[in-house]
């Protein structure tokens, strides 16, 4: 059964500090790794890691993938309080159906 | 651009009554379309998906249905709810690139 773990589930840090959120996954036919921000309601897409060790980056967040190990991390420098928010991973499969294995997602809080 | 609209944001109901939730989407034709439950503590878990008018796939058997009477529409439905059922409902999109959604913004169901 394809699964993926998110840790740790959850996460309190002050503003400034420096977050890696961790992202595990065994995904039948694997074809990309997604992060995804719900800070209430809607999730939004952050990132899709296709290939092993190039990073991806956006702003303070970036993250990589290492398909030998079947993990990726989610890095947030230099943390807001609007960071605050579910981190969601998700595991895409080939085989002909457009659907995403998500973990149980990583809450995180920043305190001022 | 392309927008994603779900209601009732919030919905409160009955034991055994039934349930029509809809999300439509505009900006973008042929979209596949996908209803999500998140129940607390655990990870977004897929219900339905369309690649089509009248095309309805079902990964979890359950006492809901799905149905796409229009290119742009998916709605999510039951006879008759049960306790389980309680839970928070995303609607999604995709277009070209695989596994990249967009998410509605959800509809927060219980069912007392």
């Known amino acids: 059964e394809d699964k993926v773990v998110q840790s740790p589930l959850s996460l309190v840090v002050h503003e400034g500090d420096t977050v890696t959120l961790n992202c595990s996954y065994e995904?039948?036919?694997?074809?990309?790794l997604l992060w995804y921000k719900q800070e209430k309601k809607a999730p939004t897409f952050l990132f899709m890691l296709t290939s092993s060790g190039i990073e991806k980056k956006s702003g303070r967040l970036s993250s990589i993938l290492d398909k030998k190990e079947l993990f990726s991390i989610l890095n947030i420098t230099a943390t807001q309080t609007g960071d605050s928010a579910v981190y969601l991973c998700a595991g895409d499969t080939q085989g002909g159906s457009e659907k995403l294995v998500f973990g149980k997602g990583t809450k995180l809080t920043v305190n001022p | 651009s392309q927008t994603i609209h779900q209601w009732p944001a919030t919905l409160v109901q009955p034991v055994g009554s039934p349930l029509s939730l809809e999300c439509t989407v505009e900006?973008?034709?042929?979209?596949?379309l996908y209803w999500y439950r998140q129940a607390a503590g655990r990870g977004l878990q897929l219900l339905f998906y369309s690649v089509g008018i009248g095309q309805i796939s079902s990964e979890v058997p359950q006492n809901l249905s799905a149905s796409r009477p229009q290119d742009r529409q998916f709605i999510l439905s039951s006879k008759k709810l049960l306790l389980s059922d309680s839970g928070f409902y995303l609607c999604?999109?995709?277009?070209?690139?695989?596994?990249?959604?967009?998410f509605g913004s959800g509809t927060q169901l219980s069912v007392l």
């Open positions: 995904v039948t036919n694997f074809r990309s």
């Open positions: 999604a999109w995709s277009a070209v690139v695989p596994g990249k959604l967009f």
């Open positions: 900006g973008t034709s042929n979209p596949n």
